[in-house]
């Protein structure tokens, strides 16, 4: 089946720092789609890239879906507290997509 | 309103007990997701369902059944787990399956098998 691959695996930052991760894939992606996971909780949907190329803000994050349609990137800038926990890539590869393929996580922790 | 609402929150079951899950949204979305969680791991398909109709089932054991009474309302039937089958249940909903679209996650339910 199709994979994702995400990096780094987890990331030990100070507060205020800007944090960049990002996923990979070997096949064509229509939708790429980066979510939040705090412990004990479902994921929650950050940003939606539908479009090559696709630049899209939220507040503090940025993503990018990538010209190849393969990749994508998420930033953080000036991190707070609050940002600690798991962020997942996933994707759509369309025509007749079985539900989202998930990457492994980036797990990031703030250090005061 | 993206609010996809799971109960329990919680569920601790024995390997004799049946129990069910529930998932329900109103957004107006046709197509319903399972996924399994297990710790520090990514989320793992497990049913879809379209219009009511089960479209995947990736090749989950039949001690776990879904259901899909209407539109808005999503079941998990659990009989004779494995206390393997301890993780979080995550329910999703996104507007149409075979789309590229978002998905919206409910809190999950945690369940343990003992």
């Known amino acids: 089946g199709q994979q994702l691959n995400q990096s780094p695996q987890s990331m030990f930052i100070q507060e205020g720092e800007d944090v960049s991760m990002n996923c990979t894939s070997s096949s064509i992606f229509n939708t790429w789609l980066w979510y939040k996971q705090d412990p004990g909780e479902g994921p929650v949907l950050l940003i939606a890239l539908y479009k090559a190329g696709e630049l899209t803000s939220n507040g503090r994050l940025t993503a990018q879906f990538g010209i190849t349609r393969k990749d994508s990137f998420l930033n953080i800038s000036a991190s707070i507290p609050s940002d600690v926990g798991i962020y997942f890539c996933a994707g759509y590869s369309g025509g007749g997509a079985d539900g989202l393929t998930f990457g492994k996580g980036t797990h990031l922790i703030i250090q005061p | 309103d993206t609010e996809v609402t799971q109960t329990p929150k919680h569920l601790v079951m024995g390997m004799t007990n049946k129990k069910s899950l529930k998932c329900e949204q109103h957004?107006?979305?046709?197509?319903m997701y399972w996924y399994k969680q297990k710790a520090k791991k990514p989320p793992e398909l497990m049913f879809v369902?379209?219009?009511?109709?089960?479209?995947i089932n990736e090749s989950v054991p039949s001690r776990f059944s879904p259901e899909c009474p209407n539109s808005s309302l999503l079941n998990l039937h659990l009989h004779a787990l494995q206390p393997e089958d301890s993780a979080l249940y995550l329910c999703a909903s996104s507007h149409q399956a075979h789309r590229t679209d978002e998905a919206f996650f409910g809190q999950g339910t945690r369940l343990t098998v003992v």
């Open positions: 957004m107006g979305h046709r197509a």
């Open positions: 369902y379209s219009y009511e109709k089960l479209s």
